[in-house]
């Protein structure tokens, strides 16, 4: 993840949306596999699939982005 998210291995990545601590941040899974799909790296299904894990922990667990 660090080489994405220092463009080393392609530009644009998402920036995290949170950080544990300086040295551990988080991703929005829904947002880069959409990114990877974009760049050819994952199915579409693959971010539908995201896209609804992310929906149903908004709904069961609040917050969610």
């Known amino acids: 993840m660090t080489q994405y998210a220092k463009g080393q291995r ?3 990545f998402p920036p995290p949306i949170a950080r544990v601590t300086t040295d551990s941040p ?3 899974w829904a947002t880069v596999a959409n990114w990877f799909c974009r760049k050819h790296k994952l199915p579409p299904d ?3 699939a995201a896209e609804t894990v992310k929906r149903v922990n ?3 667990f ?3 982005r």
Do not use: P, S, T
Request: proline residues 0%; hydrophobic residues 45%; positive net charge.
């Open 58 to 60: 908004a709904r069961f």
């Open 10 to 12: 392609g530009r644009g």
């Open 62 to 64: 609040g917050g969610g």
């Open 26 to 28: 988080l991703w929005d």
């Open 46 to 48: 693959a971010v539908a």
